[in-house]
């Protein structure tokens, strides 16, 4: 039986996918690297551990650090303030926690900026537990995010799913033994998630189409 509901925040709750790659495109230019915004947003979902090797793969570690640094400053400073809430993602969250689904959060964010985002959505009386890349040694698509927020509220793969907006949510996700359902507001192409058991333009529409949604068909969730 499904028993917890894995939500990704940056794309799927929160809309802030073009913010991160307008501050990837100022931290990369800054040393000296230029890329197309293009090629910045389609590795959003990464945490910086993750992103920064992926668009200069012989950076040292100490420089990636850095980078990673920088951008989470320049984000919080200047930028997480405009992040706004998709439509319907507080309601899709208090939907879920009075079905008495498990409601987790588990992002490639900071701490800091998942507390932000759990303000944002006015979600804390809603959600059973989160976590951040701060809670472990590597970010999306590695699946430690998603295997330790599992863990955090006790229940097996096999009764958890997935909801994210990028293909590392689902690489992620599936390399910790679970599936995703998938949503279009992070703005990859339906190919890019084509991994995911469905695929909704938001959570918006996830909400609307919850009864026909793999969240209240658990034959096909697990």
């Not at 230029?34 to 090797?53: S, T």
């Not at 008495?100 to 900071?110: E, H, I, Q, R």
């Not at 084509?194 to 009864?211: H, M, P, T």
Request: charged share 30%.
């Amino acid at each position: 039986m499904l028993k917890a509901i894995l939500f990704d925040i940056d794309g799927t709750l929160v809309d802030s996918n073009d913010l991160h790659v307008s501050v990837w495109d100022e931290v990369f230019r800054t040393a000296g690297h230029q890329f197309d915004r293009q090629i910045l947003h389609d590795q959003v979902g990464k945490g910086a551990d993750n992103y920064v090797p992926s668009l200069v793969p012989d950076i040292s570690e100490e420089e990636a650090e850095r980078l990673g640094d920088e951008h989470g400053r320049i984000y919080k400073e200047s930028y997480i303030a405009r992040a706004r809430p998709f439509p319907g993602a507080r309601d899709l969250l208090q939907h879920c926690r009075k079905l008495g689904y498990k409601v987790v959060l588990a992002s490639s964010a900071s701490g800091e900026e998942l507390e932000h985002y759990l303000q944002l959505l006015d979600a804390a009386d809603l959600v059973d537990a989160h976590t951040s890349a701060d809670d472990v040694g590597h970010s999306k698509p590695c699946p430690d995010i998603f295997a330790t927020a599992r863990e955090k509220v006790g229940v097996a793969p096999h009764e958890a799913l997935v909801v994210g907006d990028t293909p590392y949510d689902i690489e992620a996700a599936a390399a910790a033994g679970m599936k995703t359902i998938a949503v279009r507001s992070g703005k990859f192409p339906d190919e890019a998630l084509s991994r995911a058991i469905a695929i909704f333009d938001d959570v918006a529409e996830l909400l609307a189409r919850f009864d026909a949604s793999p969240l209240s068909r658990v034959e096909e969730a697990v």
